[in-house]
T-cell receptor, first 116, second 115 residues
Framework: DTGVSQDPRHKITKRGQNVTFRCDPI?????LYWYRQTLGQGPEFLTY????????KSRLLSDRFSAERPKGSFSTLEIQRTEQGDSAMYLC??????????????FGPGTRLLVL | AQTVTQSQPEMSVQEAETVTLSCTYD???????LFWYKQPPSRQMILVIR??????QNATENRFSVNFQKAAKSFSLKISDSQLGDTAMYFC????????????FGQGTRLTINP
């Protein structure tokens, strides 16, 4: 068990460019979450998957954002036509559904995005 | 919608002292889960302690304990014998036990432990 990993750890891009982030969850975890954290704030929920199905999306997730989890393993989060307001830390977390109260979300180190 | 409020943006204590971080929340649910997560500088978020709302007994994990007051919708974290490694952002979080089970976080408290 190597934990949740995210790639890249840092991304600097120019406004209008597209970016894609990857998250690899803990191998047996069937739930995967994306959160966004702006400076000085707590993380905010963006979307979540159970296996390969995307079951809920936040209103924060505009149509420029798309997330996928093919085959229920790793996930990607793509932002098209980036804006300066997209600058934030993007966190991924995974958990094992069905574990009841013991279901804990384990977080990755995050991808810090800066849009110039 | 659920909301979580942490009213202390920053706190600072000396090593070995005891410190209490405050958290209040708002929900109409009767059963739910509450968590404290720790985010050290430039490191990933890790779970500190969790509490199930229907359990009256306060959770404890070594030097960390909570004071859960359901009627007051209050969930404070007490750190005893604080250590330099406790320096971090601390987030209180709420989760419903059904549906997406997404975490709703407070704004965080930056805790500094001074030598």
């Amino acid at each position: 068990d190597t934990g949740v990993s995210q790639d890249p750890r840092h991304k600097i891009t120019k406004r209008g460019q597209n970016v894609t982030f990857r998250c690899d969850p803990i191998s047996e975890h069937n739930r995967l979450y994306w959160y966004r954290q702006t400076l000085g704030q707590g993380p905010e929920f963006l979307t979540y998957f159970q296996n390969e199905a995307q079951l809920e999306k936040s209103r924060l997730l505009s149509d420029r954002f798309s997330a996928e989890r093919p085959k229920g393993s790793f996930s990607t989060l793509e932002i098209q036509r980036t804006e300066q307001g997209d600058s934030a830390m993007y966190l991924c977390a995974s958990s094992l559904a069905g574990a009841g109260f013991q279901e804990t979300q384990y977080f990755g180190p995050g991808t810090r995005l800066l849009v110039l | 919608a659920q909301t979580v409020t942490q009213s202390q943006p920053e706190m600072s204590v000396q090593e070995a002292e005891t410190v209490t971080l405050s958290c209040t929340y708002d929900t109409s649910e009767s059963n739910y889960y509450l968590f404290w997560y720790k985010q050290p500088p430039s490191r990933q978020m890790i779970l500190v302690i969790r509490q199930e709302a229907y359990k009256q007994q306060n959770a404890t994990e070594n030097r960390f304990s909570v004071n859960f007051q359901k009627a007051a919708k209050s969930f404070s974290l007490k750190i005893s014998d604080s250590q330099l490694g406790d320096t971090a952002m601390y987030f209180c979080a709420f989760m419903r036990p059904w549906g997406a089970q997404k975490l709703v976080f407070g704004q965080g408290t930056r805790l500094t432990i001074n030598p």
